[in-house]
């Protein structure tokens, strides 16, 4: 029996006093601010970079895909582009499928080396 009476005593004794909630508000605030700068910020801007380089595509383009392929668009729609990847072998691949433009020449500099 003297086991359940040193919990009720134990019970009396006065609670921990809480920290102050603008502590955790500023916590809360702080953590944000940094997952915002570090994170999602340059997140948005590689997007926006690849959202304009998808955009400004155009009919003679070098470009490596996704996949690591290279090939020379010979044409753009909305969505789609066709690439030339050989002698006569053209491709369709979503515009969002490329991961660069590469400089004029590339590609040729690649088959001759």
Do not use: C, W
Not at 19 to 28: A, E, W
Not at 70 to 86: A, F, M, P, R, S
């Amino acid at each position: 029996m003297s086991f359940f009476i040193a919990s009720a005593v134990a019970q009396t004794e006065a609670a921990a006093p809480q920290g102050n909630p603008m502590i955790t508000l500023l916590m809360f605030g702080g953590m944000f601010l940094f997952m915002y700068l570090l994170i999602i910020r340059p997140q948005r801007k590689r997007q926006k970079e690849h959202q304009n380089l998808v955009a400004a595509l155009a009919k003679g383009d070098e470009v490596v895909m996704t996949s690591g392929m290279l090939g020379k668009v010979i044409k753009v729609d909305e969505n789609y582009i066709v690439l030339e990847t050989g002698n006569n072998v053209e491709l369709k691949f979503q515009k969002v499928a490329v991961h660069a433009v590469l400089p004029k020449g590339t590609i040729k500099t690649i088959e001759s080396a």
